[in-house]
């Protein structure tokens, strides 16, 4: 009789939370205990707080000489280049300088930062400054204070290895959710595919729309979570990383594909760079989906998203 077995953890300082579907309680538990550990791999490898973390090594080095990494970090900031360049530098993981010394949304802000500081510190966002050597495997930060982090994609990475690594323990069903960032494949222990709700940005218990899904990813960036208000204005925790301001405008981004890794470093520029420029983008990559919602509740849609 199949069962679903799940497990509830933080990890990379966000809830995740890890189902299997299987027979066997123990052995199902055996299963989420590899995803887990695999998870903490990838946050020693990518976390900024630790300083035996290559990332760290990398900012520590920057304006000063190239360092060398595995080849999975490497690989990682690689393909983060290439989102960069497809939209048009509306994600970035060289924003690691602006986000947390402005921008600290714990609802104790109470004005905005200074905006000459700001335009400051952006001199040293641009992925155009940092520096691959495929051959010697170093990365290398033009610029001396420059600063990347993971925090766009890390977790949607994360999500898509431990659902590598079940899926090659021989689990042939289950959902690793990444807080709100999640990768399904295979159906329910009834047979019948995983259904998710998308939130509605005013009530994130209460969901609009429910999908059916499987062997899909999707990701959601919102400012429902995190988010400062100031003047009775709302910003999101999201940061243009073109001028170091918060998204507003945009209440809800969901996007849908197959890989969990591509779905949330696509929900920051979705959200930030318009709707029209936004949804065009979308539209014109295979199997990339998504909706939009914005600050007056219209809800927009990419081609191919039929609602349930």
Not at 187 to 208: E, L, M, S, V
Not at 217 to 241: C, D, L, Q
């Amino acid at each position: 009789m199949l069962k679903e077995f799940k497990r509830a953890q933080r990890l990379m300082g966000n809830a995740f939370e890890i189902t299997v579907v299987g027979d066997d309680e123990k052995k199902a538990h055996q299963h989420i205990d590899v995803a887990i550990r695999e998870i903490q791999r990838i946050e020693q490898l990518l976390t900024t707080f630790s300083e035996e973390s290559q990332t760290h090594l990398i900012n520590q080095n920057a304006g000063i000489q190239p360092v060398k990494v595995d080849l999975e970090v490497f690989e990682l900031i690689e393909r983060s280049l290439k989102i960069s360049k497809i939209t048009d530098g509306y994600f970035d993981i060289s924003y690691g300088g602006i986000d947390k010394s402005f921008w600290n949304f714990d609802r104790e802000m109470q004005q905005l930062p200074n905006p000459e500081l700001i335009l400051e510190h952006l001199k040293l966002v641009n992925y155009k400054n940092i520096h691959l050597d495929r051959e010697n495997q170093t990365v290398f930060l033009k610029e001396k204070g420059m600063r990347i982090g993971f925090g766009g994609i890390g977790k949607g990475y994360a999500a898509e290895m431990a659902k590598r690594l079940l899926q090659e323990s021989g689990v042939r069903s289950g959902i690793v959710n990444a807080s709100g960032d999640l990768t399904a494949w295979g159906h329910q222990a009834n047979g019948k595919p995983w259904t998710i709700g998308i939130a509605d940005p005013d009530n994130a218990k209460q969901p609009f729309s429910y999908m059916t899904i499987t062997d899909r990813a999707v990701a959601t960036s919102g400012n429902y979570e995190k988010f400062a208000v100031i003047n009775g204005k709302k910003y999101s925790h999201t940061i243009n990383p073109k001028s170091g301001m918060p998204v507003s405008g945009v209440k809800s981004v969901t996007i849908f594909c197959p890989n969990a890794e591509i779905a949330d470093a696509m929900a920051t520029p979705v959200s930030i760079m318009g709707i029209e420029a936004a949804l065009h983008l979308v539209n014109q990559i295979n199997h990339l989906e998504c909706i939009i919602i914005d600050e007056q509740n219209q809800i927009y849609s990419s081609q191919n998203i039929n609602f349930k």
